[in-house]
């Protein structure tokens, strides 16, 4: 699978750093099967070349994340995983996860001068659809006909 934001599919364009804002994320199936998706979201501060991290992630509002409520996509309280609970067919795209991304707050700067930015991650991982149990051996969730009904330790509502 590969990551799309902004426009961008970031397999061959990497992941950007120093980047004000980050829109419109999904998955692509890049697999010749049908998958199900799903991604952990990772947010902490990187040098411009994204060769450093700063040993503390940012803290609620110098960044804000809205994600898409109106969509086929559930957060496992068990987990923290995002899961696609339709499965997305070769070459399909999942419902966009996040709208927009941005940072609120300047990022810290290191005693060595570097400078810090916001980075967004999102890791994507597709398993097959068929047969069923597939999903539910390597990631714990439950599904039938193509739609997963239950996710590892239930699911957050609030995003």
């Known amino acids: ?76 309280l068990a987990d923290g995983y995002w899961y696609h609970t339709a499965e997305v067919a070769p070459d399909g795209l999942t419902d966009v996860l996040i709208t927009r991304a941005t940072q609120n707050a300047p990022g810290p700067k290191g005693t060595d001068g570097t400078q810090y930015y916001l980075s967004i991650e999102i890791v994507a991982s597709a398993i097959q659809s068929t047969p069923d149990n597939v999903v539910k051996d390597m990631w714990g969730a439950t599904a039938s006909n193509g739609t997963i009904t239950a996710i590892p330790g239930g699911t957050d509502t609030t995003n």
């Open 1 to 76: 699978c590969a990551v799309i934001e902004n426009g961008l599919d970031t397999e061959n364009t990497g992941n950007p750093v120093n980047v004000e804002s980050k829109s419109n994320v999904m998955i692509k199936n890049t697999g010749d099967t049908d998958a199900y998706i799903r991604v952990a979201v990772i947010v902490n501060w990187k040098s411009a070349d994204g060769s450093k991290v700063w040993a503390t992630a940012p803290k609620t509002g110098e960044y804000t994340i809205v994600y898409n409520t109106n969509s086929r996509w559930a957060r496992s």
